[in-house]
C-alpha cells in the first residue's frame, strides 16, 4: 500500500529552475528518511539526495550541491526537490525512493530535460 506520486518534471532550457514533488500514501511518512535518485538513457541510477525524518539533516551528491535543495512536509506527507540552475547532465528520471531494513520503494518517476 505504500505509494509515492512524483510530478513536476518537463522541459526547461539550461539555467532554468525546476521545483519536483512527490506525494507519499500508504504509511507514516514523518517516520522515514526519504531520498531523490535519477537515472539517464544509458547510466546507473544514482542517488541525488537524501533528507532525515524530520528534515534536520540533508545530504547531497557533489554534482549537485549548491544547486539542488531536498525539503520535505510532513504534515502534508510530501517530499521536494528544488532544481537550480539546471544543465543539460541533470537530464534523467527523477524517483522518488524510501528504504526499510527489509523493503525498498519506488515512485514511477518524473522526466526532466534540460535541452536548448
Known amino acids: 500500500q505504500v505509494q509515492f506520486v512524483e510530478s513536476g518534471g518537463g522541459l526547461v532550457q539550461p539555467g532554468g529552475s525546476l521545483r519536483l514533488s512527490c506525494a507519499a500514501y500508504?504509511?507514516?511518512?514523518?517516520?522515514?528518511?526519504m531520498s531523490w535518485y535519477r537515472q539517464a538513457p544509458g547510466k546507473e541510477r544514482e542517488l541525488v539526495a537524501t533528507i532525515t525524518s524530520t528534515g534536520g539533516t540533508t545530504n547531497y551528491a557533489d554534482s549537485v550541491k549548491g544547486r539542488f535543495t531536498i525539503s520535505r512536509d510532513n504534515a502534508k506527507n510530501t517530499l521536494s526537490l528544488q532544481m537550480n540552475n539546471l544543465k543539460p547532465d541533470d537530464t534523467a528520471v527523477y524517483y522518488c525512493?524510501?528504504?526499510?531494513?527489509?523493503?525498498?520503494?519506488w515512485g514511477q518517476g518524473t522526466q526532466v530535460t534540460v535541452s536548448s
Open positions: 500508504g504509511f507514516t511518512f514523518s517516520s522515514y528518511a
Open positions: 525512493h524510501m528504504h526499510t531494513r527489509f523493503s525498498t520503494y
